[in-house]
């Protein structure tokens, strides 16, 4: 008898526990009760790196004049951080792929400046930390220099794009290599470059906030590589990913033009897009059968990136300038919801609907 009632008991385990629910809710307790409330604005974003040829990096024109409108005090980007990538190139057999992927060499900036990432990491908060209202044009040089041996490569080209035209030149720990670099990243096509640089130089910010992680990256074991590639192909080849393509491929018909730009984003930031990218993709993935169980690793990987995303702009808003700010993420749409929705989690954070901003 007594082994009928554990056997029944395990039985009925896996169903109590699926029916649980915790009583505690961090959404439902929101605070402060005085002064004001953080607020983050999540702005879905194509990878303009992936865009056709027809895009013209002018038509983003209008978008960033109705960003700018929302006066964001701090802006986040979908980079991983100088800290991390030196954390990362510690560990050669597991995120080789991923330094080479998403890691900017800073050898030519720890040239120039002698400093290498943790020391210029250091030197750029201490600089910042005493920033006057009015710095010189060699303040500024310098302070991209240093952001460049930080591998912080954006919020360098934020202090080149305040500096006058006729300011951007060598000289205060810039040296031709590096004035060569950002050069080139005024224009090349990334929506943490065009976007979020651009509108941070504008808005008077000295920095945007790199906040990707990839520390859950995994090599797949070499056994495994193809399998694990066609597992997760066959998930996406379903009927959410065809007609998810078909929105893509509508929006991106005009790229040149300020009207088209703002479609493609009111399309990427629409409500109804949100189930379509889950059953296309991550949903797809975790029902995907083989034994392995593949598709699952893909979306534990996925979680746990968004999860650390989510902590890092949460860590964000308690820096300058302080608790109560307005914030603007710029991400991969893909991100969007699972930021929305962990970020919606935290008591001292309002999320703002990106829809009215971009009409």
């Not at 990839?214 to 379903?238: C, F, L």
């Not at 393509?245 to 005009?254: F, I, L, T």
Request: hydrophobic share 45%; charged share 25%; net charge neutral.
């Amino acid at each position: 008898m007594k082994r009928i009632l554990s056997t029944l008991l395990l039985l009925a385990a896996p169903a109590t526990a699926q029916s649980y629910r915790p009583d505690f809710d961090p959404s439902a307790h929101k605070g402060p009760r005085n002064g004001p409330v953080n607020e983050v604005a999540i702005l879905g974003s194509a990878h303009l790196s992936q865009l056709p040829d027809r895009f013209r990096p002018e038509a983003l024109a209008p978008l960033l004049d109705k960003l700018a409108a929302w006066k964001p005090q701090a802006i986040a980007i979908e980079d991983v951080s100088g800290v991390q990538c030196d954390e990362l190139r510690r560990y050669p057999d597991r995120y080789a792929d991923t330094v080479a992927s998403y890691c900017p060499d800073t050898a030519a900036a720890r040239a120039a400046t002698g400093l290498d990432v943790p020391a210029a990491n250091v030197a750029f908060l201490k600089m910042l930390a005493a920033w006057p209202a009015t710095p010189s044009p060699a303040q500024r040089r310098r302070l991209s220099a240093t952001f460049l041996s930080g591998g912080e490569q954006a919020s360098a080209l934020v202090q080149w794009l305040r500096l006058p035209a006729a300011e951007r030149h060598a000289g205060d720990g810039l040296d031709a290599a590096l004035v060569e670099r950002l050069t080139k990243l005024e224009t090349r096509p990334d929506e943490s470059l065009m976007i979020a640089a651009r509108l941070a130089a504008r808005l008077g910010l000295e920095r945007v906030y790199a906040m990707d992680d990839h520390s859950a990256d995994r090599s797949i074991p070499k056994a495994d590589e193809a399998a694990y590639g066609k597992a997760i192909q066959t998930a996406w080849d379903n009927p959410a990913g065809a007609k998810r393509r078909a929105v893509n491929e509508a929006a991106e018909r005009d790229l040149a033009t300020g009207p088209g730009l703002l479609a493609l984003y009111r399309a990427h930031n629409a409500p109804g897009i949100v189930q379509m990218i889950y059953d296309s993709d991550f949903g797809a993935a975790l029902n995907e059968p083989s034994p392995q169980r593949f598709g699952r690793q893909y979306v534990a990987y996925w979680e746990v990136r968004n999860l650390r995303m989510a902590a890092n702009i949460r860590d964000m808003l308690a820096e300058a300038p302080g608790p109560g700010m307005r914030a603007l993420v710029v991400v991969g749409a893909s991100h969007k919801p699972y930021l929305d929705a962990y970020l919606n989690q935290m008591h001292d954070v309002r999320i703002v609907d990106i829809q009215p901003m971009l009409r």
